[in-house]
């Protein structure tokens, strides 16, 4: 069965942020085969924590770190070839503290490379949807990309487009931005990085999943970069967290169409006289778990991971 964990406590490492969802540790440098010091780690580990609208919820839905974590290592692992990953070969058993339940932590949590991100969401969007059709309906654009006339709720656009947005602190809202804005947070030669390796996994994990009867018309990458200044992509992955599945199945143009994630919650909370800010309200057991369960088919669909 799926192990529940709201916070994780890990004696004896440094907790350096407290995220929406996952946890981050510092890790103590490793030691290479000549005795030298290996790079600087992270361990991060995926939590059953719950938001909605930029919010963290009271309750969370059990068993979704660790599904997001299988799905995301899946994801880097096949995407390799396009982009490298933050991911390192560690055993959880040689960072976890003495006297941890490895069963918690073991499919939820990875040891990863301490990167410097990249201050911009990197999103990439195949179709019209959220926030991305608001500011079509408004202006005709979206993030200084001029759009074709016309164009219904949840259309197929002409071609996959980056779209990018700031990194907004817990409570807080993204917002969408030009690229321009993102040449001057980072630089132009950076800026390109990050868009050409957000459309080029965006591309084959879209041609991926249509292949399995799946829909991605949306998604978020993270990226960082080491001291030499190369690019990894990191975080997650192509989770129900950070991307829209649709089934193909059940597509058509014009209206929002069921996904794979968190739209559950997301509904239950619009009939709430909640204001969108913290805290939210408590979301009742039917709703967990039929959350739960649309990222467990998610899982087995994409990665053919089943988790009981």
Same mark, same amino acid.
């Given at each position: 069965?799926?192990?529940?964990?709201?916070?994780?406590?890990?004696?004896?490492?440094?907790?350096?942020?407290?995220g929406?969802?996952?946890?981050?540790?510092?890790?103590?440098?490793?030691?290479?085969?000549?005795?030298?010091?290996?790079?600087d780690?992270?361990?991060?580990?995926?939590t059953?924590?719950l938001?909605?609208f930029?919010?963290?919820?009271?309750?969370?839905?059990?068993?979704?770190?660790e599904?997001?974590?299988q799905?995301?290592?899946?994801?880097?692992?096949?995407?390799?070839?396009l982009v490298?990953?933050?991911?390192?070969?560690?055993?959880?058993?040689?960072?976890?503290?003495a006297?941890?339940?490895?069963?918690?932590?073991?499919?939820r949590a990875?040891?990863?490379?301490r990167?410097?991100?990249v201050?911009?969401?990197?999103?990439?969007?195949?179709y019209?949807?959220?926030?991305?059709?608001?500011d079509?309906?408004?202006?005709?654009?979206l993030?200084?990309?001029?759009?074709?006339?016309?164009?219904?709720?949840?259309?197929?656009?002409?071609?996959?487009?980056f779209?990018?947005?700031?990194?907004?602190?817990?409570?807080?809202?993204d917002?969408?931005?030009?690229?321009?804005?993102?040449?001057?947070?980072?630089?132009?030669?950076?800026?390109?990085?990050v868009?050409?390796?957000?459309l080029?996994?965006?591309?084959?994990?879209?041609?991926?999943?249509a292949?399995?009867?799946?829909?991605?018309a949306?998604?978020?990458?993270?990226?960082?970069?080491?001291?030499?200044?190369?690019?990894?992509?990191m *975080? @997650?992955?192509?989770?129900?967290?950070?991307?829209?599945?649709?089934? /193909?199945? +059940?597509?058509? &143009? $014009? !209206?929002?169409?069921?996904?794979?994630?968190?739209?559950?919650?997301?509904?239950?909370?619009?009939?709430?006289?909640?204001?969108?800010?913290?805290?939210?309200?408590?979301?009742? *057991? @039917?709703?967990?778990?039929?959350t739960?369960?649309?990222?467990?088919? /998610?899982? +087995?669909?994409? &990665? $053919? !991971?089943?988790?009981?």
């Amino acid at each position: 069965m799926p192990t529940s964990l709201l916070q994780s406590d890990l004696p004896g490492l440094e907790l350096i942020h407290r995220g929406k969802v996952r946890d981050v540790y510092a890790l103590p440098r490793g030691r290479r085969p000549d005795g030298g010091p290996t790079e600087d780690r992270l361990l991060i580990v995926a939590t059953d924590r719950l938001s909605a609208f930029d919010v963290v919820l009271p309750n969370p839905v059990p068993g979704k770190g660790e599904m997001l974590t299988q799905i995301s290592n899946f994801w880097f692992a096949r995407t390799a070839h396009l982009v490298p990953n933050h991911l390192l070969d560690v055993p959880l058993t040689e960072v976890l503290p003495a006297g941890t339940d490895l069963a918690l932590y073991e499919k939820r949590a990875v040891v990863a490379r301490r990167l410097k991100p990249v201050p911009v969401e990197a999103i990439a969007r195949g179709y019209l949807i959220g926030s991305g059709w608001k500011d079509y309906q408004a202006t005709g654009s979206l993030c200084g990309i001029a759009l074709p006339p016309g164009l219904r709720q949840a259309e197929q656009l002409p071609e996959p487009i980056f779209t990018p947005s700031t990194k907004a602190a817990v409570g807080d809202h993204d917002e969408n931005v030009s690229f321009d804005s993102v040449v001057d947070a980072v630089g132009r030669g950076l800026a390109g990085q990050v868009r050409d390796a957000t459309l080029a996994i965006y591309r084959w994990a879209a041609a991926y999943a249509a292949e399995r009867g799946i829909i991605i018309a949306d998604t978020k990458f993270e990226f960082g970069t080491d001291a030499a200044g190369k690019l990894y992509v990191m *975080d @997650e992955m192509l989770t129900p967290d950070s991307s829209r599945f649709w089934p /193909a199945d +059940q597509y058509r &143009a $014009g !209206i929002s169409p069921p996904s794979y994630d968190k739209q559950f919650v997301r509904d239950w909370l619009e009939t709430q006289e909640w204001n969108k800010r913290a805290p939210g309200p408590v979301i009742p *057991d @039917e709703v967990i778990a039929a959350t739960a369960a649309k990222y467990a088919e /998610a899982l +087995q669909r994409l &990665a $053919g !991971i089943r988790l009981d």
